[in-house]
């Protein structure tokens, strides 16, 4: 059970940034659990099992790259941009010692039933939206798509962490929404937080000293780069389906996705409903 947990925002980004990057990252139960298994065959146990293992886990991505980021050697010039790269260049058994028995999500919220159901709405929007993300950039035969995949399952990082850290605060800023839809995220955010997520995020990804291609598809500013759109669409996409495929801004989606991937509007509509299967 998490002891530790915010109950009042605090006073600015820096100090956002401060807390969560010395803050503990549990992992799904899953997750954890299958670490375990690994370890018990770590003879057995490649980079590429481990990347597998875990690669639909983005509270477990972000805390090896974090790790990563923290003792890459200084011979290192550039991060490594996946989960798989980051153990081929820890080793196994380096990474083992690194990850020993992790706290889990369920665990961490488990007295605050409420908070894990909204993580886990989190953590089925990035899913979603990372299947989405990888289907556009394997249809565009893009280099990149397992960043891409990345990026779009880590996209929603800092609400995932706010979740775990500071549940009453979050779910303050869903009741705030549910109250008044009309109200944009951002300004309830800063009203409750004094940040807003996209905010801390970057500041977290500066920090961490993120993969340079994860932090620019995952900034706005790059968004018309083809890499970022497959990002930012799948986002949207899995945000605006969230609910089921009748919302209003679907076609606007379906639009954009078929412009990036240069096909018809009624085959990007059996593309995305494929992937979503």
């Given at each position: 059970?998490?002891?530790n947990?915010?109950?009042?925002?605090?006073?600015?980004?820096?100090?956002?940034t401060?807390?969560?990057?010395?803050?503990?990252?549990p992992?799904?139960a899953q997750?954890?659990?299958?670490?375990?298994?690994?370890?018990?065959?770590?003879?057995?146990?490649?980079?590429?099992l481990?990347?597998?293992?875990?690669?639909?886990?983005?509270?477990?991505?972000?805390?090896i790259?974090?790790?990563?980021?923290?003792h890459r050697?200084?011979?290192?010039?550039?991060?490594?941009?996946?989960?798989?790269?980051?153990?081929?260049?820890?080793g196994?058994?380096?990474?083992?010692?690194?990850?020993?028995?992790?706290?889990?999500?369920?665990?961490?919220?488990?007295?605050?039933?409420?908070a894990?159901?909204?993580?886990r709405e989190?953590?089925?929007?990035?899913?979603?939206?990372?299947d989405?993300?990888?289907?556009?950039?394997?249809h565009?035969?893009?280099?990149?798509?397992?960043?891409?995949?990345?990026?779009?399952?880590?996209?929603d990082?800092?609400e995932?962490l706010?979740?775990?850290?500071?549940?009453?605060?979050?779910?303050?800023i869903?009741?705030?929404q549910?109250?008044?839809?009309?109200?944009?995220?951002?300004?309830i955010?800063?009203?409750?937080?004094?940040?807003?997520?996209?905010?801390?995020?970057?500041?977290?990804?500066?920090?961490?000293?993120?993969?340079?291609?994860l932090?620019?598809?995952?900034d706005?500013?790059?968004a018309?780069?083809?890499?970022a759109r497959s990002?930012?669409?799948?986002?949207?996409?899995?945000?605006?389906t969230?609910?089921?495929?009748?919302?209003?801004?679907?076609?606007?989606?379906?639009?954009?996705?078929?412009?990036?991937?240069n096909?018809?509007?009624s085959?990007?509509?059996?593309?995305v409903h494929?992937?979503?299967?």
């Amino acid at each position: 059970m998490e002891t530790n947990r915010l109950t009042r925002p605090l006073r600015d980004l820096a100090a956002w940034t401060a807390f969560f990057r010395n803050a503990e990252i549990p992992v799904l139960a899953q997750s954890a659990g299958a670490l375990e298994d690994l370890r018990a065959i770590e003879d057995d146990v490649d980079a590429n099992l481990i990347g597998e293992t875990f690669s639909s886990d983005p509270l477990m991505t972000l805390r090896i790259l974090a790790h990563l980021s923290k003792h890459r050697p200084a011979r290192v010039v550039t991060q490594p941009e996946t989960v798989t790269a980051s153990v081929v260049m820890m080793g196994i058994t380096p990474f083992f010692k690194a990850f020993g028995q992790l706290a889990s999500v369920e665990e961490t919220l488990q007295d605050m039933p409420e908070a894990l159901e909204g993580l886990r709405e989190v953590l089925r929007r990035a899913h979603r939206a990372a299947d989405f993300a990888l289907g556009f950039a394997v249809h565009r035969l893009d280099h990149d798509a397992a960043v891409i995949h990345h990026a779009a399952l880590l996209h929603d990082f800092a609400e995932m962490l706010l979740w775990l850290h500071a549940p009453e605060l979050a779910l303050r800023i869903r009741g705030a929404q549910q109250a008044d839809p009309t109200l944009r995220s951002n300004m309830i955010q800063k009203d409750v937080l004094n940040v807003t997520l996209p905010e801390l995020a970057h500041s977290l990804m500066l920090a961490w000293r993120l993969p340079e291609l994860l932090m620019r598809i995952t900034d706005d500013q790059h968004a018309e780069h083809p890499s970022a759109r497959s990002v930012l669409l799948a986002i949207r996409l899995a945000r605006h389906t969230a609910k089921g495929w009748d919302n209003a801004a679907l076609p606007d989606d379906i639009r954009d996705i078929a412009t990036l991937l240069n096909i018809s509007e009624s085959a990007t509509t059996a593309l995305v409903h494929e992937l979503d299967s």
